[in-house]
């Protein structure tokens, strides 16, 4: 397989058009036969391809450009948002504060050195990161859709619950954190906020309560927002799913249609291979 192919079935899969910012081709390769597969990547993640005598090295978390402008994903939340009742200026204005905080301290970053590692190690290199985390929030909207009926008098446990129906949750060290609100409260309408570059903080959570929805689902959430949410007493959930194992369903889904291809695959680096 060629890069292009490689990155044209998760685009596929995540019914994308186009590349997103947040995702790339680094290290262009023809002939990709073995790949290892990574969360994160360093350089020591491509020595170890190297080792396991991979031709190239697919990783999720945005690397080279796409670290630095992959921050413009987070556009996608207003959709997000939108799909679950915000007015669409409300959203705009609700993903601001942190669309800056995010491109501050990406702006930072040492986007070149793992691409230049993998360009001297001839290693083919791509990152592909929202059309992963936009199978994983397909896959958990479905799982969880039946909480969305009106009807349903469900508490946060029984969400909880449900997101430990993945394979991937049940073999995570982690598990499910009610971070706002409590289990044995109702859940009412669920929101996966998943699939926008990063979380949204504390302004995307209050619009989607204003909204009418009960319980809202993130990956990871930013401890100083989380006070913030707290202290103002947010009238609803938060469940923050778990960072890898979230992302591993995801990526796990895309990697099982890869090998379905013919390619072979490691995975390592972070990857909960249930
Ligand atoms: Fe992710
Ligand atoms: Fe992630």
Redesign the pocket.
């Known amino acids: 397989m060629t890069s292009e192919d490689i990155m044209e079935v998760a685009l596929d899969l995540a019914h994308l058009a186009e590349i997103p910012r947040d995702s790339g081709i680094h290290v262009r390769s023809d002939s990709i036969k073995t790949v290892l597969a990574t969360?994160d990547c360093d350089v020591s993640d491509l020595l170890m391809a190297r080792a396991f005598k991979c031709d190239a090295v697919l990783t999720?978390?945005p690397e080279g450009a796409a670290g630095l402008h992959g921050w413009q994903v987070m556009r996608n939340q207003i959709e997000q948002m939108v799909e679950c009742g915000v007015p669409i200026a409300r959203a705009e204005a609700a993903i601001q504060r942190r669309m800056e905080q995010v491109e501050l301290a990406n702006h930072a970053r040492n986007y070149l050195r793992v691409v230049q590692a993998a360009q001297l190690l001839k290693l083919g290199f791509l990152n592909i990161?929202?059309p992963?985390?936009l199978i994983?929030r397909r896959l958990i909207a479905e799982k969880l859709a039946h909480f969305n009926d009106p009807n349903s008098r469900a508490s946060v446990a029984d969400v909880v619950a449900a997101l430990q129906e993945f394979p991937e949750h049940r073999a995570a060290a982690t598990t499910p954190q009610v971070r706002l609100g409590a289990p044995d409260r109702l859940a009412g309408r669920v929101a996966v906020a998943?699939g926008g570059y990063t979380n949204g903080g504390v302004e995307v959570l209050r619009a989607y309560f204003d909204a009418g929805v009960g319980t809202v689902l993130m990956?990871h959430f930013p401890d100083g927002d989380l006070r913030e949410a707290r202290e103002q007493k947010l009238p609803g959930n938060l469940v923050v799913t778990g960072?890898m194992a979230?992302?591993s369903i995801?990526?796990n889904f895309f990697l099982d249609e890869l090998q379905r291809l013919g390619l072979s695959i490691t995975r390592a680096g972070g990857i909960v291979v249930p």
């Open positions: 969360v999720h978390h990161h929202v992963c985390d994983t998943i990956m960072h979230s992302d995801g990526i």
